[in-house]
């Protein structure tokens, strides 16, 4: 994909829509009336300490968390109680977890190709060279032979960065994707991820990088206590917090 | 001014103290006084039993022969094994058809082998076989009926033909029911889940005796006589229920080990339920859980011999009928050992083949 239709990609077509979504886990009330509009090709990151709820919030975008109030639009479609939605739902968005959970019974190429063969019901050739491709993009494709477990933690990201291309995905969730790796590996999750947002991909990302917001986000999130509490453009967000709370968080990770 | 240097120096041959026959015996069998002490009281206990038991089956034991009279040493008198094996391993099957259930059992061996070895082609295809389309087989040689085999009732069956064949069924039935029945048991849906905690709480909470004896004695009184079942088949369903119970517990561990992330990541790539259990949770929970699987399914293969209380002669039984023999009185120790022998060479080997299978599905990865 070009640049030049990158930049057709970042329409006013929206992608996800959330209109006062409210979660509680038993009595404790962890979203408060979200809304939030996410157009293609936008990117958001998400920051706020921990247990604001940020983490829940990008969950229930695909349903692995339920929302009990409020409204859910992901790509047109409405998460109810709808098995179907929510299979429509799962197809379009691709997830990574901040502890990979890549399939440790299964090598890489398996692990690329096992939804493309049994959710999209593409021939394992088909998968196969769509994996390929995908594995190269994330520069591990001479790995695809080997199990999960033979690789590094910066290595199984990329591979489940990997997975979720295969699915060919107009939306991808990052649940902090480098919060579990060493220091030494995060920057070639990060990499990854740069590549990705330049090539047009709506994504959502919980994540502490501030560097790596800077450099890819249209619009930073800052959460507190279940509420959406500032939103602003990178920069703005950094160099100009309105909020004591954001202020006080930005002193703290920066 | 200190010197730095910059290339690693050579290892060493380790001290010859603690390499070779010498090290190992230093290492493992005299490392302290105490465990000195306890290797020679080892030593002299191995002296002092082995020599006369393998004295008396092996090098003492009289082999051939028809009768009693043969037996003229002081070992084993294997001759009353030899006799009677017909009858150790058909029951009252009747001699002319000992063939199918021969032809029965090589099928099976031959299939098992096949799926059980790594190397061999085609496994979906033999596997789907030996599921659906062998047991319509095996029934028919075993109790005929169909295609000119004359029938053979199931009381006539009897030995180790009807330990494998109860082991068999019991295996062959109670691991799916007890993965469906673990996988109830940890559903959302409650009515799936309730009938799944009192399937297994209440088939786990008696005695294999008291459902053998119920289905045996307790059952025909409640059921009319036109719809009675052969005792032989209630028997097989009371042991299926009965282990499955605890296989659903055994695989219910196993997936309980797997990890939350696990089936979300599934989940978010878009699989089913029933896909995201059959390709990514089962796997890897049956793979943690085979010791488990293995210990219940050696538990079931010997739990056969119970049902004897209730008329069948299987394996044990048809040995125990043989001392009462009055030409043979006083060879039991011989026919124990040999029902014995043959139970330790059959479990033996489904712990060395799940060692080996546990190898084979480590995947290196750290958990």
């Not at chain 1, 958001?44 to 300490?49: L, N, T, V, Y």
């Not at chain 2, 001014?1 to 390499?19: F, G, K, N």
């Not at chain 2, 006589?225 to 009371?238: N, V, W, Y």
């Not at chain 2, 293995?294 to 002669?313: C, E, R, S, W």
């Amino acid at each position: 994909m070009t640049a030049a239709q990158a930049e057709q990609h970042n329409s006013d077509e929206v992608m996800v829509e959330l209109r006062d979504v409210n979660k509680w886990y038993g009595d404790f009330h962890v979203l408060k009336n979200i809304n939030l509009k996410v157009t293609k090709g936008e990117r958001i990151i998400i920051c706020g300490p921990s247990g604001c709820g940020k983490s829940t919030l990008i969950r229930c975008m695909n349903r692995l968390e339920e929302h009990q109030k409020g409204d859910i639009i992901v790509s047109g479609i409405t998460l109810d109680d709808d098995l179907k939605h929510i299979d429509t739902v799962r197809r379009d968005i691709g997830m990574v977890f901040q502890q990979f959970n890549l399939f440790p019974h299964l090598t890489v190429m398996e692990n690329c190709c096992l939804a493309p063969i049994w959710v999209q019901k593409k021939p394992r050739r088909e998968a196969e060279a769509t994996a390929l491709q995908y594995l190269e993009r994330v520069q591990i494709a001479d790995q695809a032979s080997k199990f999960p477990g033979q690789l590094s933690g910066g290595q199984q990201q990329r591979v489940a960065i990997a997975r979720s291309l295969c699915m060919n995905p107009s939306i991808m969730l990052f649940d902090e994707p480098t919060s579990a790796l060493d220091p030494e590996m995060i920057k070639e999750v990060l990499d990854v991820m740069v590549d990705l947002a330049h090539e047009g991909m709506t994504m959502l990302c919980v994540t502490h990088e501030m560097g790596f917001a800077k450099t890819v986000a249209n619009r930073v999130l800052f959460m507190d206590a279940g509420e959406i509490i500032e939103e602003n453009e990178p920069n703005e967000f950094f160099d100009n917090p309105q909020s004591d709370r954001t202020k006080l968080f930005l002193s703290q990770i920066l | 001014m200190t010197v730095h240097v910059t290339s690693p120096s050579p290892s060493l041959p380790p001290p010859a103290s603690s390499v070779g026959v010498i090290g190992w015996l230093r290492e493992n069998l005299f490392s302290s006084v105490t465990n000195s002490i306890f290797t020679l009281i080892g030593l002299f206990l191995i002296y002092k039993l082995v020599p006369p038991a393998v004295n008396w089956a092996l090098f003492q034991a009289d082999w051939v022969g028809t009768t009693r009279d043969a037996c003229t040493s002081d070992g084993a008198c294997w001759v009353f094994v030899g006799v009677r094996i017909k009858q150790f391993l058909f029951g009252f099957y009747p001699p002319s058809e000992y063939w199918r259930v021969v032809t029965a059992f090589s099928m099976v061996g031959v299939l098992i082998a096949w799926l059980l070895i790594d190397r061999t082609p085609k496994k979906a295809l033999v596997g789907a076989f030996t599921i659906f389309v062998y047991p319509v087989i095996a029934y028919f040689l075993f109790y005929g009926g169909a295609f000119g085999l004359p029938v053979v009732e199931t009381y006539k069956w009897g030995g180790l033909m009807l330990t494998l064949i109860l082991a068999t069924t019991g295996m062959f039935f109670s691991f799916p029911i007890g993965i469906i029945l673990a996988l109830g048991r940890r559903s959302s849906m409650p009515i799936a889940k309730s009938i799944s905690v009192v399937f297994i709480e209440f088939w786990r909470g008696v005695p294999l005796i008291t459902v053998l004896f119920m289905s045996s004695v307790m059952l025909p009184m409640f059921i009319p006589e036109e719809m009675q079942i052969d005792k032989l088949l209630r028997a097989m369903i009371g042991i299926i229920f009965f282990q499955s119970a605890y296989m659903a517990e055994v695989v219910r561990g196993g997936l309980q080990a797997i990890p939350k992330g696990q089936s979300e990541a599934a989940e978010a790539l878009g699989l089913s339920y029933w896909k995201s259990m059959t390709f990514v949770i089962l796997p890897q929970a049956l793979k943690l859980v085979i010791p488990g699987i293995v210990n219940t399914f050696i538990a079931l293969f010997k739990d056969t011999t119970l049902v004897l209380i209730i008329g069948l002669f299987d394996l044990l039984a048809v040995v125990q009928a043989a001392f009462a023999d009055p030409k043979w009185l006083g060879f039991s120790v011989e026919g124990y050992v040999f029902v014995a022998s043959v139970y330790w060479v059959s479990c033996f080997s489904m712990s060395r083949y799940s060692q080996h299978l546990e190898k084979k599905l480590h995947t290196g990865h750290a958990r």
